[in-house]
């Protein structure tokens, strides 16, 4: 990017590393000086939590309120029931209303950690685009909405021609999503006078969709902005781990867990995370991503804590800090692991160990259990666990066992 910002989000985004693209890098730019200008992005209820991917979308929303913009976080109650096919090999599994509607109510306990939202210039918006899909009349829609797309053009977007290269099916009702997504942007221009559409890569065509739609009907003028679609440095998908999902919902993922994911970060990710993921001063990012050796450990327990407040509050960031301390340096149990805790039911005349590792999160199934058994990353209580047919029964939880896979990731298994 040669453009130089005037504003200061868009500056602070070229800065710190969320940009991919943007349709109109001076329009934007000039817009967003004006202050107290809304710009969305969409999150569609397809779990109960939004996980570690979703994050940097999250902080850009963050960044846009600290600059003086409105963020709108448009919970996408009526696209969840199409579902997003963009670079997918597959059609999502379709969700009914009421799973839905749970799916919304546990995705907006994050983002009140993020964002301020009430009546103010640029406090946040929570919208559901229900409000307005669930009402379309079929007909009228195609009429008024259908005609200003090509057919030919939706084909040559990369999210379905790489879907079709691969001769995957491709549903009418997938292929339906992005001019809903298009509608979208336009209503909440329309409505709210959102001049702004933010996403992850994936979704450059869906977003400059809405953008020719809002100019064609309403003659509305308005921007897109992509972040880059983030790979570790080993080239993993940020936001999955061996045990699966990094949820952002402490319900389904303890403020230990999620700690101890970003303490774990490769070496060569850690400036990189440092500047997307807290608001430490990036001179302050850069110098901690430099560190070598074994100061290195101490700016990835600076990232874990930051990361970890932001989202869980400073209390849980240090008692994660503690607890890690604890386990790892003294060699001790640590208040604040992950907890197992079986009924007597549940644990019957025994279960394998095999079962209480993938139970506990450590592995994301009973091959993978039986790997790191056999490849000797688990340990019972320290001791290096060898022996993939061992029972646990009520005796053997007659106090708490630990269970750990590698040197860093652990859980403790109790009776209830």
Known sequence: MTYHPKSEFIHTMKERGFLADCTDYQGLDEAL????????????????????????????????QKSGGKPITLMGGGTTKVGDPSFRADERPLLGPDQIDDNIAGIKKVFSAYLTYGDGPSDAMMINNAEWLDELNYLDFLRDIGRHFSINRMLSFESVKSRLDREQSL???????????????????????????????????????????????IDGEVYGLTSPLLTTSDGKKMGKSQAGAIWLNGDMLSPYEFWQFWRNTTDADVGRFLKLYTELPVDECDRLGALAGSEINEAKVRLANEVTALLHGAEAAQAAEATAREVFEKGGVGDDLPTLTLSAADLGDGMSIVQLIVKSGLAGSGKEAKRLIAENGAKLDDAPLTNAGLMIDAAALSSPIKLSAGKKRHALVQLG
């Open 33 to 64: 000086r004006k202050g107290g200008q809304p710009g969305y992005i969409g999150f569609d209820a397809t779990a109960k939590s939004l996980h570690v991917g979703s994050l940097i979308q999250i902080m850009m929303l963050r960044w846009l």
């Open 171 to 217: 549903s009418f009702l997938e292929f339906n999503y992005m001019i809903l997504q298009a509608y979208d942007f336009m209503e909440l221009h329309r409505r709210y006078g959102c001049i702004l559409q933010m996403g992850g890569s994936d979704q450059w065509g869906n977003i400059v969709n809405g953008i020719d739609l809002t100019r064609r009907v």
